[in-house]
């Protein structure tokens, strides 16, 4: 969308000085796990969302936040797990053998791709490249070049 983008810092500044309120955050907690979410926005579209999701507003009970952190170990464990299995596979090692070794020199540098891509769009139609004709001189005629009388 054109126009002037803002950073939520200037917008906040920018507020303040309009006499507006800065938008609010609060942390919300999921009541099943014990995950918090600190920092999200407070106002009434968003918190009607993480209503429907059912977060609750607020840092979770003691409980259930000592309940998730200590689940934190076994999360990190299973994500490495997974990534091994993955990296496991053929199809990760076919992407990987496609892709070629990350340290190896580029094949082709990036003056090449860019003239290989506008040949290709000039080739396909999407780009029309305006035919320059050479300039004929103006013909004259018996009344001078202007058409006028002399």
Same mark, same amino acid.
């Given at each position: ?58 840092? &979770?009970?003691?409980?259930? +936040?000592?309940?998730?952190?200590? !689940?934190?170990? /076994?999360?990190?464990?299973? #994500?490495? =797990? ?31 791709? &860019?003239?290989?891509?506008? +040949?290709?769009?000039?080739?396909? !139609?999407?780009? /029309?490249?305006?035919?320059? #004709?050479? =300039? ?15």
């Amino acid at each position: 969308m054109p126009g002037i983008r803002l950073t939520p810092k200037e917008k906040a500044s920018g507020l303040k000085e309009i006499g507006g309120t800065v938008q609010p955050f609060i942390t919300w907690h999921d009541p099943e796990t014990g995950r918090e979410f600190p920092h999200l926005p407070a106002d009434a579209p968003n918190a009607a969302n993480y209503m429907i999701r059912g977060f609750r507003m607020g840092p &979770a009970p003691k409980e259930l +936040k000592e309940k998730w952190e200590a !689940g934190e170990a /076994k999360r990190r464990a299973d #994500a490495v =797990e997974r990534l091994a299995k993955v990296k496991a596979t053929a199809e990760h090692k076919g992407l990987k053998r496609a892709l070629g070794d990350a340290d190896q020199a580029p094949a082709a540098s990036t003056e090449e791709v &860019a003239a290989a891509v506008i +040949k290709k769009l000039i080739d396909l !139609g999407i780009v /029309k490249v305006p035919v320059t #004709a050479e =300039e004929t001189p103006a013909e004259e005629t018996e009344a001078g070049p202007e058409g006028g009388d002399q």
